[in-house]
C-alpha cells in the first residue's frame, strides 16, 4: 500500500525530474506528427528511413539545445536545426522548408492553446500546474496529441496539399523569402534583447 501512495504522490506533486522524462518520448511523438503534416500538406514522398533521420535528428538536437541554450534562444535554435533538416534530408527547396516547418509549428501551436485552455479550467489547475506536475501534463499530452492526429487524418484524407510555392515565379518566391528571413531576424534580436535583458 505504501509504494501505491508513493507512486501517486510522485506523479500527483510537482516533480521536475519525472516531468523530465516524461519530455522525452512526447518530443519523438511531436516531432513525428510535425513531420507527418508537412509532408502531407506539402505533398512530398519520401522514404521511411529520411522520416527515421530527420525525426532522429530532430529529437536529440532538440533536446541537447535545451539543455545547453538558454530560452528563448533554444526555440529558435531548434526551429533553424528543423528548417536544414527538412531542406537537406528531404531535398526540397529551402523556402519550402521553412513555409513547411512554420505552417506546422503554428497549427501545432494553435493546437496547443485551443487544448490547454479548456483543460486547465476544467480540472480547475493554474499552467504552473500543467507544466509541472506530471499526471496533468500526461493527460494533456494524450490530448494534444489525439486532437493533432484527428487534423493529420482529416488533412490526408480530405487530400489537403498546398501546391502555392510551385506557381510562383522567382521574383515572388524572393519576396516571400525575404521576408520569412526579415522576420526569422526579427525574432533573434527580440530574443537576444530578451536574454541579455
Known amino acids: 500500500m505504501e509504494i501505491l501512495n508513493n507512486l501517486w504522490t510522485a506523479i500527483s506533486t510537482p516533480n521536475e525530474g519525472l516531468v523530465n522524462v516524461l519530455l522525452i518520448p512526447a518530443g519523438i511523438i511531436e516531432n513525428f506528427l510535425i513531420m507527418l503534416l508537412f509532408l502531407s500538406i506539402l505533398n512530398i514522398k519520401t522514404t521511411k528511413m529520411k522520416k527515421f533521420l530527420y525525426i532522429s535528428i530532430v529529437t536529440i538536437v532538440g533536446f541537447i539545445c535545451n539543455y545547453i541554450i538558454p530560452a528563448p534562444m533554444n526555440i529558435i535554435f531548434n526551429y533553424a536545426i528543423m528548417i536544414l533538416v527538412c ?105 537576444f534583447k530578451y536574454f541579455i535583458i
Do not use: C, W
Not at 137 to 147: D, G, K, L, T
Open 87 to 191: 531542406h537537406y534530408n528531404f531535398k526540397i527547396s529551402f523556402l519550402k522548408s521553412i513555409i513547411s516547418v512554420i505552417m506546422s509549428v503554428v497549427i501545432f501551436a494553435l493546437i496547443g492553446i485551443l487544448a490547454s485552455n479548456p483543460y486547465i479550467t476544467i480540472l480547475n489547475i493554474t499552467s504552473e500546474q500543467l507544466l509541472t506536475i506530471p499526471i496533468y501534463r500526461f493527460f494533456y499530452f494524450v490530448i494534444f496529441y489525439i486532437i493533432a492526429s484527428i487534423i493529420l487524418f482529416i488533412i490526408k484524407n480530405r487530400k489537403f496539399s498546398l501546391q502555392l510555392l510551385e506557381d510562383l515565379d522567382t521574383k515572388n518566391k524572393f519576396i516571400i523569402f525575404s521576408n520569412l528571413v526579415l522576420g526569422l531576424l526579427m525574432l533573434i534580436i527580440q530574443g
